[in-house]
């Protein structure tokens, strides 16, 4: 079974900048497994952020921005403002599957 | 405004089914993969399934824990998804989140599935 590995946790200072990483157990992530980050604060409900690698929705703010890394996928935060404090799930496609990370926790602090 | 809203959950005893809607709406339903995404307390995400658009095939594709238990449905003319649990389990507890495809990138509110005695 396919596993999605995540940072379980990251600190990170107020207009600081944070890199979340996402690898799968398959080897190295690329373009071909769609990376998805989505973003969960505390008590609310998922909301996406970028999809297929690179792509944002509308409602996706411009410091957010994804990238493959080091046969990883990553999620950018240039210039961390305190509302980013959340939980972040990548999701990789594997075939016909759908796989979410375990999380990172991002304590903006 | 682009409105998922999920129904159908509740309390069901070990061995027992549930099915779940949710009624999409401000997107065109019929053009979206759709999926049912989980989330047991304190945890983290898990996908459940998906079923692809009927033109496409409506191809259905399920986690390994949930295969042979839950069927995903869609109703293009309802705009409506569904979800149908059977010989539900204890670790199936969760809210369970209605959401469109990576590209749309739509998620419900979600409905609370408890699964106690």
């Known amino acids: 079974q396919t596993v999605v590995t995540q940072e379980p946790s990251l600190t990170v200072s107020p207009g600081g900048p944070v890199t979340l990483t996402c690898a799968s157990s398959t080897g190295a992530v690329t373009s071909d497994y769609f990376p998805n980050w989505i973003q969960q604060k505390p008590g609310q409900v998922p909301r996406a952020l970028i999809y297929?690698?690179?792509k944002k929705h509308l409602w996706t703010p411009a410091r957010f921005s994804g990238s493959l890394l080091g046969g990883k996928a990553a999620l950018t935060v240039s210039g961390v403002q305190p509302e980013d404090e959340a939980t972040y799930y990548c999701?990789?496609?594997?075939?016909?599957?759908?796989?979410f990370g375990g999380g990172t926790k991002l304590t903006v602090l | 405004e682009v409105q998922l809203v999920e129904s159908g959950g509740g309390l069901v005893k070990p061995g027992g089914s549930l099915r779940l809607s949710c009624a999409a709406s401000g997107f065109t339903f019929s053009d979206a993969w759709m999926n049912w995404v989980r989330q047991a307390p304190g945890k983290g995400l898990e996908w459940v399934g998906r079923?692809?658009?009927?033109?496409?095939?409506?191809?259905?594709d399920y986690a390994a824990p949930v295969k042979g238990r839950f069927t995903i449905s869609r109703d293009d003319s309802k705009s409506t998804l569904y979800l149908q649990m059977n010989s539900l389990q204890t670790e199936d507890t969760a809210v369970y989140y209605c959401?469109?495809?990576?590209?749309?990138?739509?998620w419900g509110q979600g409905t609370p599935v408890t699964v106690s005695s």
């Open positions: 079923i692809k658009t009927v033109s496409q095939g409506g191809t259905e």
């Open positions: 999701m990789l496609y594997h075939g016909a599957d759908q796989v």
């Open positions: 959401t469109s495809g990576s590209v749309e990138g739509y």
């Open positions: 297929s690698t690179n």
